[in-house]
């Protein structure tokens, strides 16, 4: 058995650090992904006038040249179907202390931008004020990713702000990040 330098023996460990293998089922896997830290990222655009989007956490960079980023959009989701009809969407990436902006982003009940800041790009892109960082997009291709679909998108504009700390979600919680060291 290879022990990495990093992980703890089992006789160093304590009880959770402890290995927990389980079964591949929906909740293990859901408590087994949300070990990875990620960031969170609303995706937003104009219908008819109005904003819809929804929160992910499944955002990843993917290529420099030609830009492109990807996420993982639920093949439940009712949202995802108006999106993926907008001729440009924007994906921002929310800030600390933009958790419970997440949760309503998710939530199915109520107006998902009530009280919120954000504002649309000519091309109907909506965009989070306060957020760590800005991009829109257009969809490049759609992959079977199982329950989801795996949505390449090609980055239109990019805008970034210094100094914003972004929001962290691992193991269920927003978290924010702390220096090292
Ligand atoms: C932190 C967080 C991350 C999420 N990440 C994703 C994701 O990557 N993909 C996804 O399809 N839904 C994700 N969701 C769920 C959606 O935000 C939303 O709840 C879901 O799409 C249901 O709403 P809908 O039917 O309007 O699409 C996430 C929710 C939260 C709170």
């Given at each position: 058995m290879v022990t990495p330098a990093h992980h703890p023996?089992?006789?160093a460990a304590t009880a959770a650090e402890q290995p927990n293998s389980t079964e591949l089922d929906g909740a293990a896997l859901r408590q087994a992904f949300g070990a990875y830290p990620t960031g969170v990222?609303?995706?937003?655009?104009?219908?008819?006038?109005?904003?819809?989007?929804?929160?992910?956490?499944?955002?990843?960079?993917?290529?420099?040249?030609?830009?492109m980023v990807a996420v993982s959009v639920a093949r439940t989701s009712t949202t995802w179907p108006r999106l993926t009809e907008a001729p440009e969407l924007g994906l921002s990436v929310l800030s600390r202390g933009q958790g419970a902006l997440c949760r309503r982003l998710a939530s199915r009940a109520g107006d998902r931008f009530d009280g919120t800041g954000?504002?649309?790009t000519p091309g109907g892109a909506v965009l989070i004020h306060d957020a760590a960082l800005w991009l829109t997009a257009r969809t490049h291709a759609v992959y079977d990713g199982g329950d989801h679909e795996i949505v390449?998108?090609?980055?239109?504009?990019?805008?970034?702000?210094?100094?914003?700390?972004?929001?962290?979600?691992h193991t269920s919680q927003f978290r924010e990040l702390t220096p090292h060291g």
């Amino acid at each position: 058995m290879v022990t990495p330098a990093h992980h703890p023996t089992e006789a160093a460990a304590t009880a959770a650090e402890q290995p927990n293998s389980t079964e591949l089922d929906g909740a293990a896997l859901r408590q087994a992904f949300g070990a990875y830290p990620t960031g969170v990222v609303a995706l937003g655009a104009l219908r008819d006038g109005e904003p819809v989007g929804l929160a992910v956490s499944s955002f990843v960079s993917i290529s420099l040249e030609p830009p492109m980023v990807a996420v993982s959009v639920a093949r439940t989701s009712t949202t995802w179907p108006r999106l993926t009809e907008a001729p440009e969407l924007g994906l921002s990436v929310l800030s600390r202390g933009q958790g419970a902006l997440c949760r309503r982003l998710a939530s199915r009940a109520g107006d998902r931008f009530d009280g919120t800041g954000w504002q649309a790009t000519p091309g109907g892109a909506v965009l989070i004020h306060d957020a760590a960082l800005w991009l829109t997009a257009r969809t490049h291709a759609v992959y079977d990713g199982g329950d989801h679909e795996i949505v390449l998108l090609e980055l239109l504009t990019v805008e970034l702000f210094p100094g914003v700390e972004p929001l962290v979600f691992h193991t269920s919680q927003f978290r924010e990040l702390t220096p090292h060291g």
